[in-house]
């Protein structure tokens, strides 16, 4: 059986076995159980993780206590506090499991080192920030030019599995919107 990672990774580069194996020694598994953190709001965020299995959510708690999600994770999908990793700043985020999860994760240092020896890896993250830059500016363009109700659809139709596996709640909270207001888009 392939690896899950290197399955992904070969989505975008191809590898030898030798150098899947160069780059799985970069990386440490860590099991989570449903709410526990992985990052917490205040704290530099030296790792980067990789979902191979369960469900996570990053957020940010405002000043009056609302939480805002920003982002799902779920497998084969990359989280972290970007700002945080890359920067080494302290996050402004939180990011915690929202089902028992199993992940990869890398440090910042392991990265640079990685990407450094082998220039496939860099241009696998080039390719995944380019990706996830256009997720983010879609998300953008969303939020400025749809309706709350498109909005939700839209989350349905790419995402339709996120809906099995998160609460209405923040689902609402995804949209910005409250879960009354998300209630009344189901009817």
């Given at each position: ?46 790792k ?24 799902f ?22 990011i ?45 363009l ?19 599995k ?26």
């Open positions: 059986m392939i690896h899950p990672l290197r399955q992904h990774i070969e989505e975008i580069i191809s590898l030898t076995d030798d150098e899947f194996d160069f780059i799985l020694s970069h990386f440490e598994p860590i099991k989570k159980r449903k709410h526990q953190y992985i990052v917490q709001e205040g704290e530099v965020v030296n980067e993780y990789w979902i191979i299995k369960g469900c996570l959510k990053s957020y940010f708690v405002d000043d009056s206590g609302k939480e805002h999600i920003l982002q994770g779920m497998e084969n999908w990359w989280i972290t506090d970007y700002e945080s990793f890359v920067k080494q700043t302290k996050s402004k985020t939180y915690d499991c929202i089902e028992d999860s199993e992940l990869l994760y890398i440090t910042f240092e392991n990265r640079d080192k990685l990407t450094a020896q082998m220039h496939k890896m860099e241009r696998f993250w080039a390719k995944k920030s380019k990706m996830g830059r256009i997720a983010l500016q879609n998300r953008i969303s939020l400025l030019k749809n309706s709350t109700k498109e909005q939700y659809n839209l989350l349905l139709e790419q995402y339709p996120l809906f099995q596996r998160v609460p209405k709640k923040m689902i609402a909270a995804y949209l910005g919107v409250s879960r009354e207001t998300l209630s009344r888009l189901n009817s």
